[in-house]
């Protein structure tokens, strides 16, 4: 079954430095990658995706994220932290030659100081 | 993108008593419709993955007569807490997928908040 992990549970950062939030994953097939991010007591909200194409894929708000196939990751990041990125991310995985399942990390806080 | 809503945003009930939450797809029809908790700070635990018109699929300690749920029709499935204790206290999130031969993705709702008094 596929899964995914985030090691670091907070990442803090000072306003105007480069976020970066850290994703690996495991699937037997080829993966689809993504990366949301949640505001408290909010659902889910889409920031990007990998299914095929470019390595480096943009998403919303100026984040992008990197699939790095050797290493089995999908690192998040943004060039220039704001302190209203604070928020919850999650990473998740779904394998297409599997149960075509969303399988989420258990999330990252990201703290953006001022 | 495509909109998923969630009713309640937030509920308060005394245990025992049960709750009704709706997920609906607003302008889309979705495939399948998924349950997720979330429990402080953690990450989302899928419930139950349901289709239009048949039986939800149930994950493993999930007990199917505590969270029933009705997926109706392609835009509305509705997850009842049958006699809720506080420990069901949680924050619920239902996702809508469409799925075709060339498409296949997931729409989460805004969540709901339930407190088990």
């Known amino acids: 079954a596929q899964s995914v992990a985030q090691p670091e549970d907070q990442v803090n950062v000072a306003e105007g430095n480069p976020l970066t939030v850290k994703c690996t994953y495991s699937?037997?097939?080829?993966?689809?990658l993504f990366w949301y991010v949640q505001y408290p007591n909010r659902g889910l909200q889409f920031l990007l995706k990998y299914i095929t194409g470019d390595n480096l894929v943009k998403g919303s708000y100026g984040f992008e994220a990197e699939f790095n196939k050797s290493q089995t990751s999908f690192h998040l990041k943004k060039p220039s932290a704001l302190v209203s990125d604070s928020a919850l991310y999650f990473c998740a995985v779904r394998d297409m030659r599997g149960n075509n399942r969303l399988a989420f990390g258990k999330g990252n806080q990201v703290v953006v100081i001022p | 993108g495509a909109v998923v809503s969630q009713h309640p945003s937030r509920v308060i009930c005394k245990s025992g008593t049960s709750v009704k939450i709706e997920c609906r797809s607003l302008?889309?029809?979705?495939?399948?419709m998924f349950w997720y908790r979330q429990f402080p700070k953690q990450s989302l635990m899928l419930m139950a993955t349901?289709?239009?018109?048949?039986?939800?699929?149930?994950e493993q300690g999930v007990e199917k007569d505590k969270f029933l749920i009705n997926h109706a029709s392609l835009t509305l499935s509705t997850l009842t807490v049958t006699s809720a204790h506080p420990e069901d206290s949680s924050f619920y999130i239902c996702?809508?997928?469409?799925?075709?031969?060339?498409?296949?993705?997931?729409?989460f709702g805004p969540g709901t908040r339930l407190t088990v008094l």
């Open positions: 349901s289709n239009e018109g048949s039986k939800a699929t149930y």
């Open positions: 699937v037997s097939g080829n993966p689809y």
């Open positions: 302008d889309f029809q979705a495939t399948t």
């Open positions: 996702s809508a997928r469409v799925l075709t031969s060339s498409y296949n993705e997931q729409f």
